[in-house]
């Protein structure tokens, strides 16, 4: 059996579309390319959002946990040769849960699963963890429209 | 339930569509774009026990352009 893969930032930016100031994983770890993938995201004040979510008690949207989920979610099938560097779409969020705050000087690590992929979409989820406290977690279901439009009927659009 | 009748529900159920299906056409429909498609062929799969090749997705145009897609798999419809 292969070893599980790891990806600094610009291994990240090889395999997804994502891009500064929407790129919300510092590092991938332990990827099973087609099974799992783990991701790291250290968050300071220094993150652009902070000083407007809220000036007198910064802490990361809601927004943005699901995007690290998601983020770290897409690794688990763009890390495979054949997907890297594709764009992904949202088809679906489902159980979104918030634990708690995530604030300034906090790391979140997050751990992704793959149920399935077929035919350019992808069904799974993703916890979140600041040291052992449970941050986040949801459900996703993720389209590559590239690999979509492959199936497409003839002669449509 | 007959196998035209389990034909018939696939697509109400993958389009959450009450009307005509036996009228439908891929992109006649907001619901049947290319991510319905995905989900027609996942459905059509798991409820008649086949595996569609890439070619037969690609051909599968319409309700009436799927029977005889099926009969390929011997699931008359």
């Known amino acids: ?157 | 339930m007959s196998n035209r009748e389990k034909y018939q529900s696939v697509f109400k159920e993958s389009f959450q569509y009450e009307g005509d299906v036996e009228q439908l056409e891929y992109q006649g429909i907001e619901e049947w774009d290319s991510v319905g498609h995905m989900q027609l062929m996942a459905a059509l799969e798991e409820t008649f026990g086949i595996e569609l090749d890439v070619d037969d997705i690609i051909d599968f145009s319409s309700f009436k352009k799927g029977i005889s897609i099926l009969a390929k798999y011997k699931v008359e419809i």
């Not at chain 1, 930016?13 to 929407?22: G, I, S, T």
């Not at chain 1, 300034?104 to 997050?110: A, D, H, R, S």
């Open chain 1, 1 to 157: 059996m292969d070893s599980p893969l790891h990806f600094d930032i610009n291994g990240i930016k090889e395999c997804q579309r994502n891009r500064h100031p929407l790129l919300f994983v510092d590092r991938v770890f332990d990827v099973v390319p087609g099974e799992k993938a783990s991701g790291l995201k250290c968050f300071s004040y220094n993150e652009w959002f902070f000083p407007a979510h809220f000036d007198d008690e910064p802490n990361v949207p809601g927004f943005i946990q699901v995007e690290s989920l998601v983020q770290t979610f897409i690794m688990t099938f763009l890390s495979k040769d054949e997907l890297r560097g594709k764009k992904t779409n949202f088809l679906g969020i489902n159980n979104v849960k918030f634990k708690r705050k995530i604030v300034p000087g906090n790391t979140l690590v997050i751990h992704a699963t793959l149920q399935s992929y077929r035919r350019g979409i992808a069904t799974g989820s993703a916890v979140s963890f600041v040291g052992e406290d449970p941050a986040c977690s949801a459900d996703f279901v993720v389209a590559v429209p590239d690999v979509l439009d492959q199936f497409k009927p003839k002669g449509a659009a």
